[in-house]
């Protein structure tokens, strides 16, 4: 079932290999051209207008193959890899870096603050065939920006940044990435936020930023409060389209629907992240993508045809690896929320919980616990389903952008 792509896939035998449970077999590679050219090449898939953020735990194979049965356009994003711990687990690379085809567009997110590292797990990475990569700048939590040094701690040595972007980009063919935030701390001004920006598109082929609209603060609170407390400033984000023309932004934090994923895009936003709510309500959010973010039909599909393409997938890599994982429990795990808000979803939780101590395979847990959901919702297509009075928080964005901002070619010399 897993399956190493080529480096960049063709889209026939992509199709192909997803159409069955054979391996895919890639050509001899050949070694990664210039990183410059890696900004300008063409994608065989539509430009990134929405996609699912990276975070650990979550966006794991199981999540990414659930997302990708229900929306076929949204770009697709990897938990956080260490660099580290591909350079270090050389041997067991499938394990971190192996994804099944279906899965494209799909971009790898690497973290780590070692140049050398980051160039040589960009380098590993190559031959899976990822569509960019992108480079953590923006993690809050105190085991990455804290004791390890890099997330969004990064944001405060745009040099070192750009010099590993550089690095990454001469490791691989395809484009590469950042994701941040809009400042750390009492580093937070706009024009400090730009001077950041200038420096590592300066510095490197780095061409598109992902921003989180919060700036983070490190001092020892949760990763859950840094999405909460620090207020988010979309007119930062804004600025920074009007302000770097050559450049591409996807604007993310506090987006949580599809129908302020099409705000942002109207008030002018390259492309648009989302990260908990395409978890935590998937069918919601992932089934009005295709339709009404890229306005592409999605061909009604229901629940019932979702889970069972699913479960073919799940019992199929049903412990496939060490100690018998991944179990029913973590193929499970994906689906939990999809019946978010819906007549029997408590029931269907309770009976699956039950189910785990006695099913062996994900198809019979479905068989099991499915009884508690009307037939009328497995059933029904997914539809659009509007805010009513939702605020718009955009409305008023282009009135409070910062002053415009000026580069100063000094800015290059500094740390």
């Known amino acids: 079932m897993w399956c190493l792509p080529t480096v960049r896939p063709n889209v026939s035998e992509m199709f192909k290999c997803s159409s069955s449970l054979r391996r895919f077999h890639s050509p001899m590679l050949k070694r990664p051209t210039s990183a410059r050219l890696s900004t300008t090449s063409s994608s065989p898939y539509l430009p990134p207008l929405f996609s699912v953020a990276p975070m650990m735990e979550w966006t794991d194979n199981h999540y990414r193959t659930l997302a990708r049965i229900i929306t076929k356009h949204a770009w697709l994003y990897t938990e956080m890899i260490a660099a580290q711990t591909l350079v270090h687990q050389q041997t067991n690379l499938d394990r971190f870096l192996a994804f099944s085809p279906q899965q494209h567009p799909i971009v790898l997110q690497l973290g780590g603050s070692n140049v050398e ?27 990455v920006a804290g004791h390890g040094c890099f997330g969004v701690t990064l944001m405060l ?12 980009a001469d490791n691989t063919n395809v484009p590469v990435t950042v994701k941040c935030r809009i400042g750390v701390d009492d580093h937070d001004s706009y024009d400090e936020l730009c001077d950041f920006v200038y ?3 300066t510095l490197s082929p780095t061409r598109h930023f992902i921003v989180h609209s919060r700036k983070a603060l490190l001092g020892g609170i949760s990763p859950a409060d840094n999405r909460r407390i620090p207020p988010l400033k979309y ?23 599809v129908s302020k994923v099409n705000a942002a895009l109207k008030k002018g936003a390259h492309g648009v992240m989302v990260g908990r709510a ?26 019932r045809q979702v889970l069972e393409q699913y479960q073919v997938y ?7 690896q060490a100690n018998g994982r991944p179990n029913v429990r973590d193929l499970v795990k994906p689906l939990l929320n999809i019946f978010h808000s819906e007549n029997g979803n408590s029931l269907w939780k309770r009976r699956a919980d039950a189910a785990f101590k006695e099913c062996k395979t994900v198809g019979s847990l479905l068989e099991e616990s499915l009884k508690a959901i009307p037939d009328s919702v497995l059933d029904s297509p997914i539809s659009g389903c509007p805010e009513i009075g939702g605020e718009d928080v955009f409305a008023d964005v282009q ?16 740390a």
């Open 235 to 257: 007119e930062y984000y804004y600025a920074l389209v009007r302000d770097f023309p050559d450049l591409k932004f996807t604007i993310n934090g506090g987006i949580t629907s």
């Open 199 to 201: 420096k590592v598109s």
């Open 399 to 414: 009135n409070v952008l910062p002053p415009p901002y000026k580069a100063v070619e000094q800015v290059l010399l500094c």
């Open 157 to 168: 040595n745009p040099k070192l940044v750009g010099e590993a972007m550089s690095a990454i």
């Open 117 to 143: 590292s980051l160039a040589k797990a960009a380098k590993l990475s190559h031959p899976y065939g990822y569509d960019e990569i992108n480079l953590n700048c923006g993690c809050p939590s105190p085991k």
């Open 314 to 320: 799940a019992d199929s890599v049903l412990g496939t």
């Open 278 to 303: 395409a978890y935590n309500n998937p069918w919601q959010t992932l089934g009005l993508v295709d339709t009404d973010v890229y306005g592409v039909p999605n061909g009604g599909l229901t629940r």
